[in-house]
């Protein structure tokens, strides 16, 4: 009997009741139908799922001009498929999927302007930056109803997640939840931003920058400054290590009006289960909670404050919420004649 285990690179099944699956590889060890993701996205149709092989090489940049599934087997840098960076081309690709993926950046080519560009979902994905700007007032691209869920971003510094540029672009109506964030956000409107863990190097750096009519819930800021704005929630966060840990609700109305919270922690360790104070994200480090841990029940509706709770979105693995083969059992000895039946036995787990 012949036992295969399919780790690191694994491979995933999906169910696809109306549209079409194309398998993606760009190493010959590991065949699929087609050998670089520009190609598979130019035959696919809009709806289609592009399942990628993580083949340690990257498939460079993809531009999009449809709506897709794309999808990989986990984040994890070194075992992931990765992507340089993918361009939203247009309002055509709305509604896009990218999955458990290791991503340079999403972009928006030069030359596209007055767009708006909604309802994107980028999930468990390792991503350096969402940086989307690409003119200046009438002509600025609007971005709305985007989810952000359980994804890594590890840029840091002046290397936004979010960025404007320009300060014109808008966006709006994002959900951000059971994130890690090396970075800064900028330039939120009536966004939810819960169950989300900010890390930074430098204390004396805010987490968030530009925020209206925004909720700021179940967070934790972990050596890097409370967030201001105006017209802003917040709520059950817990903050720590940094030069400035409290909300600003608001302590100066003229720099910070109509802010509201209640229920925070401010400057209180959040008692990680093992986690460097002032450092990155680290993949050796747990972002789980000790037992004692002021987070723990804190958030609204009893939930626990970090990346853990909430929608539990968030794995330190990456792998995708489709299933995952972790083995084919080969029965050995076996001689099967010509139009009979051969059977072998598949051991996944699939992630919600």
Request: hydrophobic share 35%.
């Given at each position: 009997?012949?036992?295969?285990?399919?780790?690191?690179?694994?491979?995933?099944?999906?169910?696809?009741?109306?549209?079409?699956?194309?398998?993606?590889?760009?190493?010959?060890?590991?065949?699929?139908?087609?050998?670089?993701?520009?190609?598979?996205?130019?035959?696919?149709?809009?709806?289609?799922?592009?399942?990628?092989?993580?083949?340690?090489?990257?498939?460079?940049?993809?531009?999009?001009?449809?709506?897709?599934?794309?999808?990989?087997?986990?984040?994890?840098?070194?075992?992931?498929?990765?992507?340089?960076?993918?361009?939203?081309?247009?309002?055509?690709?709305?509604?896009?999927?990218?999955?458990?993926?290791?991503?340079?950046?999403?972009?928006?080519?030069?030359?596209?302007?007055?767009?708006?560009?909604?309802?994107?979902?980028?999930?468990?994905?390792?991503?350096?930056?969402?940086?989307?700007?690409?003119?200046?007032?009438?002509?600025?691209?609007?971005?709305?109803?985007?989810?952000?869920?359980?994804?890594?971003?590890?840029?840091?510094?002046?290397?936004?997640?979010?960025?404007?540029?320009?300060?014109?672009?808008?966006?709006?109506?994002?959900?951000?939840?059971?994130?890690?964030?090396?970075?800064?956000?900028?330039?939120?409107?009536?966004?939810?931003?819960?169950?989300?863990?900010?890390?930074?190097?430098?204390?004396?750096?805010?987490?968030?920058?530009?925020?209206?009519?925004?909720?700021?819930?179940?967070?934790?800021?972990?050596?890097?400054?409370?967030?201001?704005?105006?017209?802003?929630?917040?709520?059950?966060?817990?903050?720590?290590?940094?030069?400035?840990?409290?909300?600003?609700?608001?302590?100066?109305?003229?720099?910070?009006?109509?802010?509201?919270?209640?229920?925070?922690?401010?400057?209180?360790?959040?008692m990680f289960m093992n986690v460097t104070a002032n450092s990155n994200f680290n993949l050796n480090s747990d972002?789980?909670?000790?037992?004692?841990?002021?987070?723990?029940?804190?958030?609204?509706?009893?939930?626990?404050?970090?990346?853990?709770?909430?929608?539990?979105?968030?794995?330190?693995?990456?792998?995708?919420?489709?299933?995952?083969?972790?083995?084919?059992?080969?029965?050995?000895?076996?001689?099967?004649?010509?139009?009979?039946?051969?059977?072998?036995?598949?051991?996944?787990?699939?992630?919600?």
């Amino acid at each position: 009997m012949n036992k295969i285990l399919l780790t690191p690179i694994l491979c995933l099944l999906h169910l696809v009741l109306s549209a079409t699956t194309h398998t993606v590889s760009n190493a010959a060890h590991l065949p699929a139908q087609f050998s670089t993701i520009q190609s598979a996205h130019d035959a696919a149709s809009a709806g289609d799922t592009l399942l990628i092989s993580a083949t340690g090489m990257s498939y460079g940049d993809l531009t999009l001009t449809k709506q897709l599934s794309i999808i990989g087997s986990t984040f994890i840098p070194g075992l992931a498929a990765q992507l340089s960076t993918v361009y939203f081309a247009g309002a055509s690709c709305d509604g896009t999927l990218l999955q458990s993926i290791y991503l340079g950046s999403v972009q928006i080519p030069t030359g596209i302007t007055q767009t708006n560009f909604s309802n994107h979902i980028i999930r468990r994905c390792y991503i350096s930056s969402i940086y989307v700007a690409t003119d200046s007032g009438t002509n600025a691209n609007h971005f709305y109803n985007w989810i952000i869920e359980g994804c890594v971003f590890y840029a840091t510094g002046s290397t936004w997640n979010m960025n404007t540029s320009y300060g014109y672009s808008r966006f709006e109506n994002f959900t951000f939840r059971n994130n890690v964030f090396n970075g800064i956000l900028l330039d939120l409107k009536y966004c939810s931003l819960k169950n989300n863990v900010f890390l930074g190097s430098n204390p004396g750096e805010s987490c968030v920058g530009g925020l209206e009519f925004c909720t700021f819930a179940n967070n934790i800021v972990y050596g890097k400054g409370a967030a201001g704005g105006q017209n802003n929630v917040y709520n059950n966060n817990v903050t720590f290590g940094a030069t400035n840990n409290s909300f600003d609700i608001p302590a100066n109305p003229s720099n910070f009006p109509n802010n509201i919270g209640s229920n925070n922690f401010e400057g209180v360790d959040p008692m990680f289960m093992n986690v460097t104070a002032n450092s990155n994200f680290n993949l050796n480090s747990d972002y789980s909670l000790q037992a004692g841990s002021p987070a723990i029940g804190a958030g609204d509706n009893g939930q626990d404050c970090g990346v853990y709770d909430g929608s539990g979105i968030f794995r330190m693995d990456g792998e995708p919420d489709i299933p995952v083969v972790r083995s084919v059992t080969i029965p050995g000895g076996n001689i099967v004649p010509a139009q009979s039946t051969f059977q072998i036995t598949v051991n996944s787990v699939s992630h919600q």
